[in-house]
C-alpha cells in the first residue's frame, strides 16, 4: 500500500486492565477482535504491556494492571505507551477507555498524551522525526505522525469530563508554550523575544489581557538596581514584562494596563535568564549550554497565562517576567559590587552566578505594588535544589500554611509534584554581610534554603511561595529539553482557587 493509504488508516487502543472489566462497552466488532485477540495471545493486561493486530486496520490492546492501582505515574506511562504504540501506525486514533479512570486520572491521562505528540524542530532544516520514521519504514519520507486522538469512555457524567479535556487542552497550549520557549536557543529567545511574546499574546486576548513593560530606563528610576546588576553586563535589555489577566466574573474592563484591580489579584513572578552565563563569576564550560533553559521559570509564568486565557478562568492574575541575560563584560558587576534594591536594602553581590536572586527581589518589590492576594515565584535559582530534589520534586517555600496546603493539593491534581522544604529565620545566619545589608550567596550548607531566604526578606505581609524548579523545569543530558513544569502545577492551583471560591 502506499503512504497516503497508509496515513489514512484509524487505528483503535483498547485498555485491558487484569481482569478485563473494561471491556465490557465496546461495539460488538471491536469486542469480537478483542476477544479473538486475547484468546490466543498470553496477554495478560499488566501496566503497559501491549499486544497489536493490524487487519483490517490497527488494534493495539494496552495493559493497565489493576484498575484500583491506577495512581499518577501509572497514568503517565500508561499515556506515553499508548502513544508510541500507535503513532507508528496512524494520523487518527481512538482509545477506549471504558469506565477506567476518573475525571482527575483522565485529566493527567489525556494532558500526558497530548504531551507526547509534543515535538520541537523549528531549527531543523528536515523535520528529524519525520526523518527517523522514514528510515524505519524503508524511506517513506512523510510517514503519518499521530494528530488526532478521540478518547471514548463510559460515564453518567459526561460533561464534568468534557470540562476536564477542556481544561486540560488549553493546559497542554501553555505547557507547550513554555516548552517551546525553553528549548529556543538563547540568541532568539532573548528579553526582547519575551516582550514580543507578551505583545503577541495581549493581542490575541484583548479583552482580558494588558502588557506593561518596563526597560532599563524606567528601573533605574524606580531603583531596581539589583534587577540592573544582572543585566548590566549584557548588550540585550533586561525587561521586566507584567500580564494582566482580568477574568474575574465583576472585574471592570481596561483598555490599557493599570495597577488596580477591583479584586486583589494572584501574582505569578517567573526568573527569565534568557542565559546564565555566570557574569564575572563565570561557570564551567561543560554542559553551559543547558543554561539556555535558565529562562524557564518565566517562561513558565507566560504558559500558564495564555493557558489562563484560553481556558478563560474566572479569576485575576498579574504574571510578572523577570527577562535578563548575565553575561560578562566590562559593565558587567564585580564580585564584591553593593548596590540597593527597590525597597533600599543594599545587597553586596559576592557571586555574580547567584543572579536569579537578584532579578526576583525587584521584581517581588514590584508586584507587591498590585496588593496580590498571593505570590507565587517560579525559578531555576539552585544547583543545590537538584542536590537535595533531583528531577522529580519541586522545591517548595512559603511563609503561609494555607499557600502550602493549596499547592501541595494542587500539586497531586496535576501530578507535578512538590516537596515543601524549610524556611527557618535561622538560616537567615549566613545571608549576613559585613559591608551591607545582605549578601546574595549562604556558603554551601543549605544552598537552596539560602536563596529562598534571600528571597523572603523582599516579601511583607503578603502569603508567597517559591518553587525553585532547577530540577525539573528540564530535562538535563544528552535528551536536554524543556518540561513545561510548572504550568500544570499553577494551573490546578489557580482553577482549585476559582472552585474555592465558588463554593464559599
Ligand atoms: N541558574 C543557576 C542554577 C542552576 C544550576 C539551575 C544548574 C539548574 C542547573 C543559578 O543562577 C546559579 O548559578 N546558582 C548558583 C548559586 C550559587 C552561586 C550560590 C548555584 O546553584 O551554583
Ligand atoms: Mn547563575
Ligand atoms: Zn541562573
Known amino acids: 500500500m502506499d503512504n497516503s493509504d497508509y496515513a489514512a488508516f484509524a487505528a483503535d487502543v483498547v485498555l485491558i486492565d487484569e481482569h478485563q472489566q473494561l471491556l465490557a462497552d465496546l461495539s460488538d466488532t471491536l469486542a469480537n477482535r478483542v476477544q479473538t485477540l486475547l484468546n490466543n495471545t498470553a496477554f495478560d493486561g499488566k501496566l503497559a504491556s501491549t499486544i497489536a493486530s493490524f487487519e483490517p486496520a490497527p488494534l493495539v490492546l494496552v495493559g493497565v494492571g489493576k484498575r484500583d492501582k491506577l495512581g499518577g505515574n501509572a ?38 498524551l497530548a504531551n507526547a ?93 494588558q502588557v506593561k513593560v518596563i ?12 534587577f540592573l546588576a544582572v543585566s548590566n553586563g549584557s548588550t540585550q535589555e533586561g525587561q521586566l514584562v507584567l500580564l494582566e489577566y482580568r477574568g474575574a ?14 479584586q486583589a489579584p494572584f501574582a505569578l513572578v517567573g526568573k527569565g535568564i534568557t542565559f546564565d552565563s555566570g557574569g564575572i563569576s563565570i561557570k564551567p564550560g561543560l554542559g553551559m549550554g543547558e543554561m539556555k533553559f535558565d529562562m524557564s521559570g518565566a517562561g513558565s509564568v507566560l504558559g500558564t497565562m495564555a493557558a489562563l486565557c484560553q481556558a478563560r478562568l474566572p479569576i485575576n492574575v498579574v504574571g510578572a517576567l523577570a527577562c ?12 564584591g559590587d553593593i548596590v540597593r534594591a527597590m525597597d533600599g536594602t543594599s545587597v553586596e553581590i559576592l557571586n555574580t552566578d547567584a543572579e536569579g536572586r537578584l532579578v526576583l527581589c525587584d521584581s517581588l518589590l514590584y508586584v507587591q505594588r498590585y496588593q496580590p492576594r498571593v505570590i507565587i515565584d517560579v525559578a531555576t535559582l539552585t544547583g543545590a535544589c537538584i542536590v537535595a530534589l533531583g528531577h522529580i520534586r519541586s522545591g517548595l517555600y512559603s511563609n503561609d500554611e494555607d499557600v502550602i496546603f493549596d499547592l501541595e493539593q494542587a500539586s497531586q491534581e496535576a501530578h507535578d509534584r512538590v516537596w515543601h522544604m524549610p524556611l527557618d529565620d535561622d538560616y537567615q545566619e549566613q545571608l549576613k554581610s ?53 504550568v500544570p502545577l499553577l494551573m490546578h492551583y489557580l482553577n482549585r482557587q476559582v472552585k474555592l471560591a465558588q463554593a464559599n
Open 75 to 112: 497514568v503517565q506511562k500508561l499515556a506515553k505507551t499508548v502513544y508510541s504504540s500507535l503513532s507508528k501506525y496512524t494520523t487518527h486514533a481512538r482509545v477506549w477507555l471504558g469506565d477506567g479512570l476518573d475525571s482527575v486520572m483522565f485529566g493527567q491521562f489525556a494532558l500526558a
Open 215 to 226: 526597560g532599563e530606563r524606567e528601573m533605574a528610576e524606580l531603583g531596581m538596581n539589583c
Open 324 to 335: 535578563a541575560e548575565n553575561m560578562p563584560s566590562g559593565q558587567a558587576t564585580r564580585p
Open 117 to 209: 505528540a509534543y515535538q520541537f524542530t523549528d531549527y531543523l532544516s528536515q523535520a528529524k522525526s519525520t526523518a527517523d520514521h522514514a528510515n524505519e519504514k524503508g524511506g517513506v519520507a512523510d510517514a503519518p505522525r499521530l494528530t488526532h486522538i478521540e478518547l471514548l469512555l463510559k460515564t453518567d457524567t459526561i460533561t464534568a469530563y468534557q470540562n476536564v479535556l477542556d481544561f486540560n487542552v488549553a493546559l497542554h497550549h501553555g505547557q507547550s508554550l513554555a516548552r517551546d520557549l525553553g528549548n529556543m536557543p538563547p540568541n532568539d529567545c532573548n528579553p526582547a523575544y519575551f516582550v514580543q511574546q507578551a505583545q503577541a499574546l495581549a493581542k490575541q486576548y484583548p479583552d482580558v489581557l
Open 434 to 486: 559585613k559591608f551591607a545589608d545582605v549578601q546574595n550567596i549562604g556558603g554551601a550548607p543549605a544552598g537552596s534554603v539560602t536563596a529562598a531566604c534571600f528571597l523572603a526578606r523582599f516579601v511583607e505581609n503578603v502569603p508567597w511561595a517559591h518553587l525553585d524548579v532547577a530540577g525539573t523545569a528540564w530535562q538535563t543530558g544528552k535528551e536536554a529539553a524543556s518540561t513545561g513544569r510548572p
Open 249 to 262: 466574573p465583576d472585574e471592570a474592563a481596561v483598555k490599557a494596563p493599570s495597577d488596580v484591580f477591583d
